[in-house]
C-alpha cells in the first residue's frame, strides 16, 4: 500500500546493493592481504633451470627448476609482491657454501646443511632467515633498497639452487613445512659455534707457534742468525764448497 504523502515514489538505492559493495571492498582488502609478505626471491636472482641459470622474473609456470634434493621440479605457480623497502644482508664469499659475495633481503630463507645442522639439531638440512645469521662467518647488514619480490612454488615445498651455489627457498616460509625453519633462538646457534670455532681455530694457531719456537731452541737453530744470501755470490760460485 502507497504511503499517502510526496515523498512515496521518491528514488532510493537498495540495501542489498551497498552490502554488494562493502562484500567486493572486503574480498579486494583479503586479497590484498593474501599476497606474501616475506620470504621469495629478488627479480635478478639467478635459479638453476633444466636449461642453464635464469633470473626469476623470468620463469613462468611450467619451466622445470633444479631443487636440493628432488631433481628438476615443475614450476607451479608465480607469484609477485610489490616493491617496498627491504632490509638488506651482505653474504661474503663461502659464508653459506656460495662462491660469489651476494646481497639478498634480511627476511630470505636459506638452507644450512652438513656437519653444522646435524650437529646442533640432529637434521640433515635446516632452514633459517637471514636476518638471524648476522655476525655468521662475516655475514652483516648491508644499505635497504625499495625491492620487489617473486615468490616461486611447486607442487611441494623445495629448495632451490641459486646463484653463487646458495641453497633458498623461493617460497613464503612456512612454520610447518617440510624443511625446519629455525626460531631467531635457535639460529643464533649457529653464530655462537661459528664464533667457538674461530676461538679454538686462534688458540691453536698460537699453540702451534709456540712449539715452533720451543723446537728452533732445542736445536739451536735460533742460535746464530742465517748468513745473507746474494744471488751474484752464487753466480760467482763463492759458496762452492
Not at 599476497?35 to 641459470?53: D, S
Not at 670455532?197 to 746464530?224: K, Q, R, Y
Request: net charge negative; charged share 20%; glycine share 8%.
Amino acid at each position: 500500500m502507497l504511503l499517502d504523502h510526496t515523498t512515496a515514489f521518491t528514488d532510493y538505492q537498495p540495501v542489498d546493493l551497498l552490502l554488494d559493495l562493502r562484500l567486493h571492498d572486503a574480498e579486494d582488502q583479503a586479497a590484498a592481504r593474501s599476497r606474501p609478505q616475506q620470504g621469495g626471491v629478488l627479480p635478478g636472482t639467478l635459479i638453476e633451470t633444466e636449461c642453464g641459470f635464469k633470473q626469476a622474473r623470468a620463469l613462468r609456470p611450467g619451466d622445470m627448476v633444479q631443487t636440493f634434493d628432488g631433481g628438476q621440479r615443475e614450476v607451479v605457480t608465480i607469484r609477485h609482491s610489490v616493491p617496498r623497502l627491504t632490509a638488506m644482508v651482505h653474504v661474503p664469499v663461502g659464508a653459506l657454501g656460495n662462491d660469489a659475495a651476494l646481497e639478498l633481503p634480511s627476511d630470505a630463507v636459506v638452507a644450512v646443511s652438513g656437519d653444522l645442522a646435524l650437529d646442533l639439531f640432529d637434521l640433515p638440512v635446516v632452514t633459517v632467515k637471514l636476518v638471524a645469521l648476522i655476525g655468521h662467518n662475516g655475514i652483516s647488514t648491508a644499505l635497504p633498497q625499495r625491492l620487489a619480490r617473486i615468490h616461486i612454488g611447486c607442487a611441494e615445498e623445495e629448495l632451490l639452487w641459486t646463484e653463487g651455489g646458495l641453497v633458498l627457498n623461493a617460497g613464503e616460509p612456512e612454520d610447518d613445512g617440510f624443511y625446519s625453519l629455525l626460531s631467531f633462538t635457535e639460529a643464533r646457534q649457529i653464530v655462537a659455534a661459528g664464533r667457538e670455532d674461530h676461538s679454538a681455530c686462534e688458540i691453536a694457531v698460537e699453540v702451534t707457534s709456540d712449539e715452533d719456537g720451543d723446537d728452533a731452541a732445542f736445536l739451536g737453530l735460533d742460535a746464530a742468525p742465517l748468513p745473507a744470501f746474494d744471488p751474484i755470490d752464487l753466480l760467482f760460485g763463492r759458496y762452492a764448497a
